[in-house]
């Protein structure tokens, strides 16, 4: 049996506020954590909660785990906790694993393919034009205005509904305030989930939830994705998906991860201040843009696509993925006892020297040369992002 090393924090870095991307993985810099891993291996036990843990990182840590998904349970408690199943109900798609999953994925996934995505391009266009152009003249914290304005794009194309303005800011208020409630000790994140302002939000966003499933059910129809997840013919041997699944289906398409869209477009627009180069050289590119365009991909936009593919990298949405070892596993010549927590350092490898030169720069230009190895942003395997 060979025991993953203990984790010695005192060898690794902790993360400044003026570092040039940003780069925190349990609070330390992923320069530290790839030179103990080089030095030690990938897997370390430490502690989480009070618990027994285990950190793992480096890509081909990652490699390894996407390629074992029937050794990882994604449900709970493997999230430190059981919050998406007390905020989203038994069947949510995200808290699921095996079989369960990949049926509520299957029925799910039309609703994010490319067909779905590009469809009201020219809705989603007006309406973020629009938002923008009320901020003009004045200073605005843009991480929440992004929010509201992207919910409103995804709520009149996603999904082609009515949405007031209140309903709007409950959905970001309940969105905002669930998911990064989900990093507090259990007993903090209660007090939290039971403050009157999120039991409000929570209650007026699933009241538009139900709302919706309801109507489409008894016959409306409204040619969005949702109706693209209710028609569909059903796979053979798959059961279609209930009420409380439809519901969950519609918090998917009007309001999850909105606040990492907001983060990522925050964090480019920082970026690129600091570059105004590339600026310059993204307005070049899109002088004559033509919206249907972006249907068949921003292959044609190599500065726009190098910039998204450099904010992705250094500015990844979810730097650890949370889970538990299904039963005892060997992992990469480690043993890991059955039901033990893990915290994969998921995107660690976006800051190998091996792969990408001087990675704790943002420079877009490395992705001008096609012999780049895509980033993992949005995870893999079967738990690979629906939304990405």
Known sequence: MTEPPLLDVSRLTPVTSNSPVNPGFLGYTPDSWLSLIKSDGPVYQTELRGEQAYVIGGHEADIAAWKSPDSWIYGPPSSGGNFFRQELGEMHVTQLDGEPHRRSRKLILPAFGVAAVTRDYEVVADTLAQGMKAWSGSTVDL??????????????????????????????????????????????????????????????????????????????????????????ALPEGLSPLSRDELVRTVYLLSVAGVGNIANILCAALWALGKHPDWISKIRDELGDFNLGSMKHGIGSMPNLKAVISEVERCYLPAPVIPKMSAGPVNFMGFDIPGHAHILQLHGL????????????????????????????????????????
């Open 349 to 388: 490898a976006h800051f190998e020297n091996e792969q990408y030169a001087a990675p704790l720069q943002f420079d877009p230009a490395r992705w001008l040369d096609k012999k780049t190895r895509r980033g993992n942003a949005f995870g893999g395997g079967p738990h690979l992002c629906l939304g990405m």
């Open 143 to 232: 991480h929440p205005e992004f929010s509201r304005l992207i919910t409103r794009a995804l709520n009149v194309s996603q999904l082609k509904e009515l949405v007031s303005i209140e309903e709007i800011n409950q959905l970001v208020t309940f969105e905002e305030g669930f998911i990064p409630a989900s990093a507090l000790e259990p007993g903090d994140r209660q007090k939290w989930y039971d403050t009157a302002g999120y039991s409000e939000a929570r209650n007026v966003a699933f009241a538009y939830f139900e709302r919706v499933v309801d109507e489409r059910l008894a016959g409306t129809r409204k040619h969005d994705s949702l109706d693209l997840v209710i028609e569909r």
